[in-house]
């Protein structure tokens, strides 16, 4: 347990279905994040929430709609999704990033 | 600019070879921090290391060491010994504060027994 808890594992969503990610975290963290992990890319770093309030959009599609309704849970919302949205979706926490992130085990998104 | 590079995109080692994974950083800022995590095949990013900009301090722990390099930006990852659970993609990231936070694109490690 890594005090990062993402559901669910696995996902396989068709184009023009909806479905949401889900992140909890225990730590008392007032931070989190979505990162997006692509075969052979680097991390992408997709939204940041502190204390709730999104600090940070990184030109994410609008098909990636996050919600935060407090510090420790978090969620990305998906709709109309495309293929080459497939990847490794994981969710981080931090206090204030310089101790670093702890990151939860990744839903593992296929688009079909 | 802000840039992590790890040049080694796999590499593959026998068990029990001293394998170092490179990290080359690119900031103009003075205060920064680096990071190494490791990502196993269960998925979820391990925090391993932080070091300040301020403190080029080598470090070990255990059978990990880390050499931090101002002069030539690198921030260096050392495995003696090398084990089969050390095998993972290992990322060198940079940081600033919780919305600065760049990661390099990672190193496959294989470790053969």
């Known amino acids: 347990e890594t005090g990062v808890t993402q559901t669910p594992r696995h996902l396989v969503m068709g184009m023009t279905n909806k479905k949401s990610l889900k992140c909890e975290q225990h730590?008392?963290?007032?931070?989190m994040y979505w990162y997006k992990q692509s075969a052979k890319k680097p991390l992408e770093l997709m939204f940041v929430y502190n204390f709730k309030e999104q600090t940070e959009n990184n030109s994410v599609p609008s098909r990636f709609s996050p919600e935060c309704p407090n510090s420790s849970h978090l969620f990305l919302h998906l709709h109309t999704l495309q293929p080459e949205d497939s990847a490794l979706y994981l969710c981080?926490?931090?206090?204030?990033?310089?101790?670093?992130?702890?990151f939860g085990s990744g839903t593992r998104l296929t688009v079909v | 600019a802000q840039k992590v590079t790890q040049a080694q995109t796999e590499i593959s080692v026998v068990e029990k070879e001293d394998v170092t994974l490179d990290c080359v950083y690119e900031?103009?800022?003075?205060?920064?921090?680096l990071f190494w995590y490791k990502q196993p095949p269960s998925g979820e990013l391990v925090f391993l290391i932080r070091?300040?900009?301020?403190?080029?301090q080598n470090e070990i722990s255990g059978r990990y060491s880390w050499n931090f390099q101002k002069s030539t930006s690198s921030f260096n990852f050392t495995i003696t010994a090398s084990q089969v659970v050390d095998s993972a993609v290992y990322f060198c990231?940079?940081?600033?504060?919780?919305?600065?936070?760049?990661f390099g694109s990672g190193t496959k490690l294989n470790v053969k027994p």
């Open positions: 990231a940079l940081g600033y504060n919780f919305n600065k936070f760049y």
């Open positions: 730590l008392g963290h007032n931070a």
């Open positions: 981080a926490s931090s206090q204030d990033g310089l101790e670093g992130y702890t």
């Open positions: 070091r300040n900009s301020f403190d080029e």
């Open positions: 900031t103009r800022d003075t205060t920064y921090y």
